[in-house]
């Protein structure tokens, strides 16, 4: 009778919160997405039903409205169904349009709070976002625009000040690119990109601002646009201690090896693992 909508982190099992873990185990059906891992879903009973409504590229896959119908019929039949979505489920993951659908319904729900790539991302890639003399402040945004929405100002982010954080941006990168040195954003300014952040091919290349639009990316990756992206304030002792801003990784392992641009494939990852077992 209760649809939970469980924002499930990142990637890395390690950053589901308790209460996911605990919804998860107990969930009589899961709703997930593609993204979702095999490791995170592990966390869930074997005997849930199971329902994968993620879109394929090339391949449409349930429309929004296909979604909110399977909730509203899981939430009349089951008692806990968890709707599982990547990072935090407010943040781009259309969390409210399955909510209004449920309590249109009559179904009661309950979001979950997860861990957003949109900072985790950053985090485990040694990339503080904030920083003292540096930025003061960072926003979130998408590169992918919905014609519904008012669009991106882009011009009053690129004089914010703000550490600017891209998701989504895996193809929309050139025009996010244009979009701020075309208001005056210096050529130069560090972008660092996080591909598939907290997982064990988690991939950070960096690259200049006037760059990134030649520089072919992968998804899902974090586009991270301002002075703390830069290599010299990596928070990474590999890379502080090498001092080679490109880091001790092997450049152009994910085949996006360009002029000014330098990746490291290393897992940067320091967790302090708590013992406990998976709630089963
Ligand atoms: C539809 S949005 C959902 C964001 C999610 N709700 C969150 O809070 O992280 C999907 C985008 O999140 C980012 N993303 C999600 N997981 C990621 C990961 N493990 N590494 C890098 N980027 C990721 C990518 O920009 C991707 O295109």
Known sequence: MTVHLLGVGPGDPELLTLRAARLLGRAEAVVHDRLIGPDVLGYASPTAERYDVGKTPGHPGPTQRDINELLVQLGARLDCVVRVKGGDPTVFGRGAEEVEACHRAGIRTEVVPGITSSIAGPTAAGVSLTRRGTASGFCVVTAHQDPRSDPVKWSALAHS??????????????????????????????????TSATLPEQQTCRTALGDLGTTPLRAPSVIVIGDVAAAEASLLAEEVLSGDPQGPGTPGVAGVAQPGVGCTGTRHLAIPHVAGTPPG
């Open 161 to 194: 000040g703000l550490t600017i954080v891209v998701l989504m941006g895996a193809r929309g990168a050139p025009r996010v690119a244009d979009a701020l040195l075309g208001a005056g954003m210096q050529a130069d300014t560090p972008v660092a990109v996080v």
